[in-house]
């Protein structure tokens, strides 16, 4: 092998033979299994497209896999909880398909108070009869915060104000309900005043239709 140098004016030529050192190790030809290892080590994304292409794999159907398992890898570094218990919840637990625990079963929710109510033994029946309507009420009216108390006053007077109206006890039940909540600063007069104007608005049509 030859090295040729010009030069600087560029007029003549000279040839000089090249001696290769000897740690020089030349070049190996490129052979099949040359090419195999060189394939080996091709970038992830060069890989992938090129088992995509040759799988005839569709390229959207491919992206959502690759989604789907980053998804699922972010969900396994997170650390999930139960609504109820406060206890961790495992990866199989967030990834089910049973119902959601914020998820309030009222049919349930009202067996399981009238189980409650039925242990006590000072209370009358009429009280718990009443308890037990305005709690179910309240739970399924999403009552949670303290301004909400005069509407669901209100709104409860006209569900239930022909069947407050049927027996005086529950009657009483109501009014020292109103009193309580208005001790508590919870309702005002004013609301306490048109629930018994809907009550007696109920008892004439009662009267009327007698």
Same mark, same amino acid.
């Given at each position: $092998?030859?090295? !040729?140098?010009?030069?600087?004016? &560029?007029? %003549?030529?000279?040839? #000089?033979?090249?001696?290769?050192?000897?740690?020089?190790?030349?070049?190996?030809?490129?052979?099949?299994?040359?090419?195999?290892?060189?394939?080996?080590?091709?970038?992830?994304?060069?890989?992938?497209?090129?088992?995509?292409?040759?799988?005839?794999?569709?390229?959207?159907?491919?992206?959502?896999?690759?989604?789907?398992?980053?998804?699922?890898?972010?969900l396994s570094k997170r650390k999930?909880?139960?609504?109820?218990?406060?206890?961790? $919840?495992?990866? !199989?637990?967030?990834?089910?398909? &049973?119902? %959601?625990?914020?998820? #309030?079963?009222?049919?349930?929710?009202?067996?399981?108070?009238?189980?409650?109510?039925?242990?006590?033994?000072?209370?009358?029946?009429?009280?718990?009869?009443?308890?037990?309507?305005?709690?179910?009420?309240?739970?399924?009216?999403?009552?949670?915060?303290?301004?909400?108390?005069?509407?669901?006053?209100?709104?409860?007077?006209?569900?239930?104000?022909?069947?407050?109206?049927?027996?005086?006890?529950?009657?009483?039940?109501?009014?020292?309900?109103?009193?309580?909540?208005?001790?508590?600063?919870?309702?005002?007069?004013?609301?306490?005043?048109?629930?018994?104007?809907?009550?007696?608005?109920?008892?004439?049509?009662?009267?009327?239709?007698?």
């Amino acid at each position: $092998m030859c090295h !040729e140098i010009l030069d600087i004016a &560029g007029i %003549s030529t000279a040839i #000089v033979p090249f001696q290769p050192d000897q740690d020089c190790v030349p070049p190996e030809p490129l052979t099949d299994e040359n090419a195999l290892l060189n394939h080996a080590v091709l970038p992830d994304a060069i890989t992938r497209k090129s088992t995509i292409q040759r799988y005839n794999i569709d390229p959207q159907i491919s992206d959502i896999v690759l989604r789907k398992r980053f998804s699922l890898s972010q969900l396994s570094k997170r650390k999930f909880y139960h609504s109820r218990i406060y206890q961790p $919840m495992e990866l !199989e637990e967030v990834l089910s398909e &049973g119902d %959601s625990e914020d998820e #309030v079963d009222d049919e349930v929710a009202d067996f399981e108070e009238l189980r409650r109510l039925g242990n006590f033994d000072n209370v009358t029946n009429a009280e718990k009869k009443f308890m037990h309507m305005w709690n179910s009420f309240i739970r399924k009216q999403r009552v949670r915060a303290n301004g909400h108390v005069p509407w669901a006053c209100e709104a409860f007077v006209k569900v239930h104000g022909y069947e407050l109206l049927e027996c005086s006890k529950l009657t009483w039940c109501w009014r020292l309900l109103s009193i309580k909540l208005w001790n508590h600063g919870l309702l005002h007069a004013r609301t306490i005043n048109s629930c018994s104007l809907i009550l007696q608005q109920y008892e004439a049509e009662i009267s009327a239709n007698k």
